[in-house]
């Protein structure tokens, strides 16, 4: 598995997913919210305003949307009932499976959006870092000083507006319109000969524009709603809203010129005379032909007519509440994930198997406890009728578990659960992190004493050592490797095998053709105990093709399955466990099928 696989498995990417889900109906409320206060708001200002606050909570929709998801996730992964979807009944024969793989759920592939979203924002982010650059460029390329008379009349106009940032007034062989660019050190860019080509009074007004652009730190502002269109950039209200701005901050420009000289008409006219020079404006710069001039100029000549909300953004946004409630239905109502593969280690309980119990609490029997309930408590368990009985039952078992009984904490529950968090965390690769057989390690017997982990070598693998485990020894080392390099490490050496603690399954392996492979298993030896075989065969690069389990009851002399397995070289993993009397077998053999 690449690492792009492994990360989309996390947390992280789920959450992200999710979030460009919900996003979508929160940013078309906040589309529809900015529509409204549009038809109502007369002043450029407010609307203004409203459209620099409508990006605003666009850009902490998203984020509150993202913690609040990572955290469900985080605590989805832990969560000690309910948390975790239902496992459908093992009918033995990996029936259930087949269903599972065959059906197609829209929630499992959410996480993919979160990839294709970052490389979305990395883009416009570069494209936004790539129009500064090029603003920087356009003033330090081809320009040279203004005359003293107009830089002092420049100063003039400023000590008008009563700003008192010191600005610098360029003439430009590249600028096609007058520009403001810089925030800290601002600088006005004429193109050359337009500062001798107009009337002073047209050059005064389009200078108070630029300068009007400084005072109300537009450039800083432009610079931020640039961010926040790269990080919701596939969402059509954000173009919007950001196209409102652009068009009422140039409004509330020319109403400040306007207001400092008293004259819309001669304004209209710099206007019309700067259209001739009009071109193609860097994004991260500033001009005074910005936005509609048209719409400018009739605003600045006649009464407005009132504010005329265009229903686009309100048909779009109508458009994406439906889509994204449409998505929430379809999650309420999305199929549970696939049930958890077998795995071999000597706390190896018996499979997920149909209980009376309602979905919930085989949840809890069959994955949150999976590794430390005993087999008379599962079968105790399987017992009870009525939810009071396992809800009480539940309670129970942690109770037991206590190491302080009589406080308000359960610091062994408390540990359990974060073990599953931890492992879900770091470990999931083609199975959630708590079903892969680092994570049956990690949450049967904690945090090893000692890792020494190698994931650069040829082969990687890690080696986990426990100064001691209760009932198997002292000293134990569990191997994991990673032949394929897909970062699912197995599990090469069982804590019991270490021990010494396993005998030899006899297990057997017989081509019957077509593909067709017969797997025994004596179990003669074992009386009228009941014994759980558990077995997978893997492909010699690891990868799992086929698990079961059964649950047996002696006395019986062999134990039979049959595999369809292409042509290829396989390997045969069978764990044998007698529970009554506490003894275990284990098999590992590699065969070919021709």
Same mark, same amino acid.
């Given at each position: 598995?690449?690492?792009?696989?492994?990360?989309?498995?996390?947390?992280?990417?789920?959450?992200?997913?999710?979030?460009?889900?919900?996003?979508?109906?929160?940013?078309?409320?906040?589309?529809?919210?900015?529509?409204?206060?549009?038809?109502?708001?007369?002043?450029?200002?407010?609307? @203004?305003?409203?459209?620099?606050?409508?990006?605003?909570?666009?850009?902490?929709?998203?984020?509150?949307?993202?913690?609040?998801?990572?955290?469900?996730?985080?605590?989805?992964?832990?969560?000690?009932?309910?948390?975790?979807?239902?496992?459908?009944?093992?009918?033995?024969?990996?029936?259930? #499976?087949?269903?599972?793989?065959?059906?197609?759920?829209?929630?499992?592939?959410?996480?993919?959006?979160?990839?294709?979203?970052?490389?979305?924002?990395?883009?416009?982010?570069?494209?936004?870092?790539? *129009?500064?650059?090029?603003?920087?460029?356009?003033?330090? /390329?081809?320009?040279?000083?203004?005359?003293?008379?107009?830089?002092?009349?420049?100063?003039?106009?400023?000590?008008?507006?009563?700003? *008192?940032?010191?600005?610098?007034?360029?003439?430009?062989?590249?600028?096609?319109?007058?520009?403001?660019?810089?925030?800290?050190?601002?600088?006005?860019?004429?193109?050359?000969?337009?500062?001798?080509?107009?009337?002073?009074?047209?050059?005064?007004?389009?200078?108070?524009?630029?300068?009007?652009?400084?005072?109300?730190?537009? +450039?800083?502002?432009?610079?931020?709603?640039?961010?926040?269109?790269?990080?919701?950039? +596939?969402?059509?209200?954000?173009?919007?809203?950001?196209?409102?701005?652009?068009?009422?901050?140039?409004?509330?420009?020319?109403?400040?010129?306007?207001?400092?000289?008293?004259?819309?008409?001669?304004?209209?006219?710099?206007?019309?005379?700067?259209?001739?020079?009009?071109?193609?404006?860097?994004?991260?710069?500033?001009?005074?032909?910005?936005?509609?001039?048209?719409?400018?100029?009739?605003?600045?000549?006649?009464?407005?007519?009132?504010?005329?909300?265009?229903?686009?953004?309100? #048909?779009?946004?109508?458009?994406?509440?439906?889509?994204?409630?449409?998505?929430?239905?379809?999650?309420?109502?999305?199929?549970?994930?696939?049930?958890?593969?077998?795995?071999?280690?000597?706390?190896?309980?018996?499979?997920?198997?149909?209980?009376?119990?309602?979905?919930?609490?085989?949840?809890?029997?069959?994955?949150?406890?999976?590794?430390?309930?005993?087999?008379?408590?599962?079968?105790?368990?399987?017992?009870?009728?009525?939810?009071?009985?396992?809800?009480?039952?539940?309670?129970?078992?942690?109770?037991?578990?206590?190491?302080?009984?009589?406080?308000?904490?359960?610091?062994?529950?408390?540990?359990?659960?974060?073990?599953?968090? @931890?492992?879900?965390?770091?470990?999931?690769?083609?199975?959630?992190?708590?079903?892969?057989?680092?994570?049956?390690?990690?949450? /049967?017997?904690?945090?090893?004493?000692?890792?020494?982990?190698?994931?650069?070598?040829?082969?990687?693998?890690?080696?986990?050592? @426990?100064?001691?485990?209760?009932?198997?020894?002292?000293?134990?080392?569990?191997?994991?490797?990673?032949?394929?390099?897909?970062?699912?490490?197995?599990?090469?050496?069982?804590?019991?095998?270490?021990?010494?603690?396993?005998?030899?399954?006899?297990?057997?392996?017989?081509?019957?053709?077509?593909?067709?492979?017969?797997?025994?298993?004596?179990?003669?030896?074992?009386?009228?105990?009941?014994?759980?075989?558990?077995?997978?065969?893997?492909?010699?690069?690891?990868?799992?093709?086929?698990?079961?389990?059964?649950?047996?009851?002696?006395?019986?002399?062999?134990?039979?399955?049959?595999?369809?397995?292409?042509?290829?070289? +396989?390997?045969?993993?069978?764990?044998?466990?007698?529970?009554?009397?506490?003894?275990?077998?284990?098999?590992?053999? #590699?065969?070919?099928?021709?």
């Amino acid at each position: 598995m690449s690492l792009l696989e492994t990360w989309v498995r996390t947390p992280t990417a789920a959450a992200l997913g999710w979030t460009l889900v919900h996003s979508l109906w929160e940013g078309a409320l906040v589309a529809l919210a900015l529509a409204g206060a549009l038809c109502i708001l007369r002043s450029g200002r407010a609307r @203004y305003a409203a459209g620099c606050f409508a990006m605003l909570a666009l850009l902490a929709c998203f984020g509150i949307t993202f913690q609040h998801v990572l955290l469900q996730q985080r605590i989805q992964s832990a969560a000690p009932l309910r948390a975790i979807p239902a496992a459908p009944p093992d009918l033995g024969d990996g029936s259930s #499976v087949a269903r599972f793989q065959a059906g197609f759920n829209a929630v499992d592939y959410l996480p993919w959006l979160a990839p294709f979203w970052i490389a979305g924002v990395v883009f416009f982010q570069l494209r936004g870092v790539a *129009s500064c650059l090029a603003a920087r460029r356009l003033r330090a /390329t081809g320009v040279c000083a203004s005359t003293v008379f107009w830089q002092t009349r420049l100063d003039r106009l400023a000590v008008q507006l009563r700003l *008192s940032t010191p600005v610098t007034l360029l003439e430009s062989c590249l600028a096609e319109v007058p520009v403001v660019i810089g925030y800290m050190r601002p600088a006005i860019l004429m193109p050359v000969g337009l500062l001798a080509g107009l009337p002073a009074g047209q050059v005064e007004s389009i200078l108070l524009h630029e300068l009007a652009h400084i005072r109300r730190h537009d +450039y800083l502002v432009n610079l931020l709603q640039i961010f926040v269109e790269g990080l919701v950039f +596939y969402h059509p209200a954000v173009w919007w809203i950001s196209g409102v701005i652009r068009a009422e901050r140039e409004n509330c420009c020319d109403d400040r010129v306007v207001a400092a000289q008293g004259d819309a008409v001669a304004y209209a006219a710099a206007l019309l005379a700067l259209e001739q020079n009009r071109g193609a404006v860097r994004e991260a710069v500033l001009a005074a032909t910005g936005g509609s001039l048209v719409k400018r100029v009739r605003r600045l000549l006649v009464q407005p007519e009132g504010p005329r909300a265009t229903l686009a953004p309100v #048909v779009s946004a109508a458009i994406l509440t439906i889509t994204a409630a449409a998505a929430l239905a379809a999650w309420q109502s999305s199929p549970p994930s696939r049930p958890p593969a077998p795995l071999l280690a000597q706390e190896r309980k018996q499979g997920p198997e149909p209980v009376p119990q309602t979905t919930p609490y085989r949840q809890w029997l069959n994955e949150d406890v999976a590794y430390i309930i005993t087999d008379a408590e599962r079968a105790a368990f399987k017992s009870l009728r009525s939810d009071v009985e396992c809800e009480r039952f539940i309670e129970q078992f942690w109770l037991r578990r206590d190491p302080t009984p009589g406080t308000p904490q359960n610091e062994f529950k408390e540990e359990h659960y974060r073990r599953i968090a @931890y492992a879900n965390e770091h470990f999931a690769a083609n199975l959630p992190g708590w079903k892969t057989d680092r994570g049956r390690i990690y949450i /049967t017997y904690g945090p090893p004493d000692e890792k020494d982990s190698h994931p650069k070598d040829a082969v990687p693998y890690e080696q986990w050592r @426990y100064r001691y485990i209760e009932g198997i020894g002292t000293d134990i080392v569990v191997e994991f490797v990673d032949p394929g390099k897909s970062g699912e490490y197995r599990m090469s050496a069982d804590p019991s095998v270490a021990s010494g603690a396993t005998a030899k399954a006899g297990a057997t392996v017989q081509r019957l053709g077509n593909g067709a492979t017969l797997i025994s298993i004596p179990l003669t030896a074992y009386g009228d105990h009941r014994v759980n075989v558990a077995a997978r065969v893997l492909t010699i690069a690891w990868r799992i093709v086929e698990t079961y389990e059964d649950s047996i009851q002696g006395p019986a002399s062999v134990y039979t399955k049959i595999v369809a397995l292409p042509a290829g070289t +396989y390997r045969l993993e069978v764990v044998v466990n007698d529970i009554a009397a506490g003894k275990r077998a284990s098999d590992d053999i #590699v065969f070919e099928v021709k």
